[in-house]
């Protein structure tokens, strides 16, 4: 298996697992993540950079039973591109949710450098199902 892809898929299980240590030995000490849409705070492409990453980590990776279906991975000489579907619980709601994505890894000294998620938070919030979102996908 390719190295990036190996890291690129280790960070998500690490993220699963709500591991902050392991996931911060991959990334590089210039690590930025910007979510490319605006999010309930107004904010525009909100992001997260080695500078405030440890704390904002914890948040981050603090989602119970979160998992990812990955649906394709491709990896070209400086980055990573995987096609998934996010779900996680929500305790106060009593729901699942689940989000369509394509996440973008670029590296630099064999660590992820920059990041980017693609997503369209209004299908975020609706709740959708396995059954619904496999549509997607023939």
Same mark, same amino acid.
């Given at each position: 298996?390719?190295?990036?892809?190996?890291?690129?898929?280790e960070?998500?299980?690490?993220?699963?697992?709500?591991?902050?240590?392991?996931?911060?030995?991959?990334?590089?000490?210039?690590?930025?993540m910007?979510?490319?849409?605006?999010?309930?705070?107004?904010?525009?492409?909100?992001?997260?950079? &080695?500078?405030?990453?440890?704390?904002?980590?914890?948040?981050?990776?603090?989602?119970?039973?979160?998992?990812?279906?990955?649906?394709?991975?491709?990896?070209?000489?400086?980055?990573?591109?995987?096609?998934?579907?996010? &779900?996680?619980?929500?305790?106060?709601?009593?729901?699942?949710?689940?989000?369509?994505?394509?996440?973008?890894?670029?590296?630099?000294?064999?660590?992820?450098?920059?990041?980017?998620?693609y997503?369209?938070?209004?299908?975020?919030?609706?709740?959708? &199902?396995?059954?619904?979102?496999?549509?997607?996908?023939?």
């Amino acid at each position: 298996m390719d190295q990036k892809i190996k890291i690129a898929l280790e960070i998500l299980d690490d993220e699963i697992k709500g591991d902050v240590k392991n996931a911060l030995q991959k990334m590089h000490e210039d690590y930025s993540m910007t979510w490319v849409y605006k999010n309930k705070k107004g904010i525009l492409f909100p992001y997260i950079t &080695s500078e405030n990453i440890k704390s904002e980590l914890n948040e981050v990776y603090n989602f119970p039973e979160r998992k990812y279906d990955i649906k394709n991975v491709c990896s070209s000489e400086k980055c990573v591109i995987i096609e998934m579907i996010e &779900s996680y619980y929500d305790p106060e709601d009593k729901k699942t949710y689940r989000t369509p994505q394509i996440i973008v890894l670029e590296y630099k000294d064999n660590k992820i450098r920059t990041g980017r998620h693609y997503c369209d938070p209004q299908i975020s919030y609706l709740n959708l &199902s396995e059954e619904t979102l496999n549509k997607i996908y023939k």
